[in-house]
Every structure is written in structure tokens, then in C-alpha cells.
């Protein structure tokens, strides 16, 4: 997978690292920053999810369209489709344009709107990456556990840099027993669940 990753997917991965970068250093991007996974953690999820068991694939939180590429390059391995969800226009339109530039349309789909209306729609899951607003982390793992597939995994971004916000939700994951989960220190933390 990343030896032999598009040019076209490169470049636009290091566009929006930088934008990330200029966004973090001075703040005075157009937008809301995009507040991206850094590359070591979207290797990572790139493994996970070509790791996973045949099933839906969902991202909740797409932002400019950063890790959804780090996952459609599993998606593409595997012959599988993300299904990413925005609810920002700003995000909405960047990571369109991020689709559109690595002709990774044909394998990402992106919902502009609120992923929890659209969650219940989705009863295969075997894959999530969960990297949104914060407040939103418990009710989406309250509808994505249920939903998911035996050996199904779901992944939540800033496991350790927002534990204290993400404490209770963290708690009962460690605690479900329907899952076995742990927290990864790379990047910004990754809690990992994986569905018994």
C-alpha cells in the first residue's frame, strides 16, 4: 500500500499537511483548521482498516479529506468503498476538491451533513474511523458498537491529547464487553475497539 501510493495522492496528502501546518503555526486560514491526523497515525489506520473484515467502511469527520485517502488506499487493496461523513461546507467543499484531484472518487463517498442521522442506515460495519467533535464521540460509539460485524474495528482519534473530555466514553469502551479495546500512543492517541 505505501510503497506504491498515486503521485496525484501525495501531493495532495503534503498540500494538505502543509495547510494543516500553516493552519496550526498562524490560525488565519479562511476556516475552521482542519486539525488532521498527523501521517505516522493514517499509516496506521491505512493497516487497520486493509486488517479488516469485509463490511461497510465509515469515517465520521472528514475534514479536508486527509485520512480518508490514508484509508481508501486499504479500500482500493481490498475492493472496498468509504462512506465519510462532513458537517462542515468549508470541509465539505476541500475534501471534495482532495476527491476530485486523486480521482479517489470511485472509492470514497462523502455525506455532507451530521453522521448521527445517517449511522442507523449502516448495519455491516467493519470499519470507523471516529475523529469529530468531541462532544459526539459517545453517542457515535452508543450507535457504531451495535452496528458492527464480528472482528469489525472502530478506531477514535485523540484518545490521549482530549482524554479528559473523551473520559467517559473512553471508560466504557475500555470496559464493553463487546469489544476488546486499548489505547495506541501514536499520534495524538488512538483508542482501538475491536468487535467480539
Same mark, same amino acid.
Not at 459526539?136 to 490521549?160: H, R
Given at each position: 500500500m505505501f510503497h506504491d501510493i498515486e503521485e496525484s495522492i501525495k501531493k495532495r496528502m503534503q498540500y494538505l499537511e502543509n495547510l494543516d501546518q500553516k493552519d496550526r503555526l498562524d490560525g488565519t486560514h479562511r476556516m475552521e483548521r482542519l486539525r488532521q491526523i498527523p501521517p505516522d497515525t493514517g499509516k496506521f489506520i491505512s493497516i487497520l482498516a486493509a486488517s479488516a473484515p469485509d463490511g461497510e467502511f465509515l469515517e465520521i469527520g472528514t475534514s479536508g479529506g486527509y485520512s480518508a485517502l490514508w484509508i481508501a488506499l486499504a479500500c482500493r487493496l481490498q475492493g472496498r468503498k468509504l462512506i465519510t461523513f462532513e458537517i462542515l461546507k468549508d470541509k465539505a467543499r476541500l475534501a471534495r476538491e482532495t476527491f476530485e484531484l486523486t480521482n479517489t472518487k470511485d472509492t470514497i463517498e462523502l455525506i455532507e451533513g451530521n453522521a448521527l442521522k445517517y449511522i442507523h442506515n449502516y448495519n455491516n460495519i467493519s470499519f470507523c474511523f471516529l475523529d469529530a467533535e468531541k462532544e +459526539?464521540?459517545?453517542?457515535?460509539?452508543? $450507535?457504531? *458498537?451495535?452496528?458492527? +460485524?464480528? =472482528? =469489525? +474495528? $472502530? *478506531?477514535?482519534?485523540?484518545? +490521549?491529547n482530549h482524554y479528559e473530555t473523551l473520559k467517559p466514553m473512553l471508560e466504557k469502551a475500555l470496559a464493553d464487553e463487546r469489544v476488546d479495546a486499548l489505547i495506541i500512543p501514536i499520534g495524538k492517541g488512538e483508542l482501538v475497539c475491536r468487535k467480539i
Open positions: +459526539i464521540y459517545s453517542e457515535c460509539y452508543d $450507535l457504531l *458498537v451495535p452496528n458492527m +460485524i464480528k =472482528g =469489525g +474495528i $472502530l *478506531v477514535a482519534d485523540n484518545a +490521549i
